[in-house]
T-cell receptor, first 116, second 111 residues
Framework: DAGITQSPRHKVTETGTPVTLRCHQT?????MYWYRQDPGHGLRLIHY???????DKGEVSDGYSVSRSKTEDFLLTLESATSSQTSVYFC???????????????FGSGTQLSVL | AQSVSQHNHHVILSEAASLELGCNYS??????LFWYVQYPGQHLQLLLK??????LVKGIKGFEAEFIKSKFSFNLRKPSVQWSDTAEYFC?????????FGKGTRLHILP
């Protein structure tokens, strides 16, 4: 398995509090992604990064921010958590885009977040 | 914006039956296409991928998929399913650096 560590694995928090999830990789891959997985919705892209300090919005970015100050770390912050953000959050990494880079997503084990 | 549509939300088959899961995408440019599988309690794993060339791609565990550009489709097939194929299957498209997933198809194989 690719070296991806998500922390924490489980988090329970209250509405209105800020929450930061961390994704750490040891593969030196360029691309990093944050997804949320909800029943009936599959995986939805929140934000992604294509390099240090290079990030962009995904499908469901409202209420979330990200930062990538180092290649190995990609942080996801819920600025003021709401119950609708209760979900399983997956980090994924990829070496690059297209056949030349053997593009493929490697997923972390996920973070179960409950917002009460 | 690109999108991915999976037609079947839940499929139930008996062992040895043939499988085809539909996937259509919406994007006008060049795309890379993927099928991922998620077994119960696990994270997603790559089944197969298409970048260019032969539109019929073969993946792991006997799965294959056919890219039909004119139909914007990338359907997943397996000639004879096994009980161990019980899982959720996701089609994904990479366009403009974003990797977008469909909502998934839950496949349940009866022994």
């Amino acid at each position: 398995d690719a070296g991806i560590t998500q922390s924490p694995r489980h988090k329970v928090t209250e509405t209105g509090t800020p929450v930061t999830l961390r994704c750490h990789q040891t593969e030196n891959h360029r691309y990093m992604y944050w997804y949320r997985q909800d029943p009936g919705h599959g995986l939805r892209l929140i934000h992604y990064s294509y390099g240090v300090k290079d990030t962009d919005k995904g499908e469901v970015s409202d209420g979330y921010s990200v930062s990538r100050s180092k290649t190995e770390d990609f942080l996801l912050t819920l600025e003021s958590a709401t119950s609708s953000q209760t979900s399983v959050y997956f980090c994924a990494i990829s070496p690059g885009q297209g056949a030349a880079t053997n593009e493929k997503l490697f997923f972390g084990s996920g973070t179960q977040l409950s917002v009460l | 914006a690109q999108s991915v549509s999976q037609h079947n939300h839940h499929v139930i088959l008996s062992e040895a039956a043939s499988l085809e899961l539909g996937c259509n995408y919406s994007y006008g440019g060049t795309v890379n296409l993927f099928w991922y599988v998620q077994y119960p309690g696990q994270h997603l794993q790559l089944l197969l991928k298409y970048f260019s060339g032969d539109p019929l791609v073969k993946g792991i565990k006997g799965f294959e998929a056919e890219f039909i550009k004119s139909k914007f489709s990338f359907n997943l097939r397996k000639p004879s399913v096994q009980w161990s194929d019980t899982a959720e299957y996701f089609c994904a498209v990479n366009a403009d650096d974003k990797i977008i997933f469909g909502k998934g198809t839950r496949l349940h194989i009866l022994p």
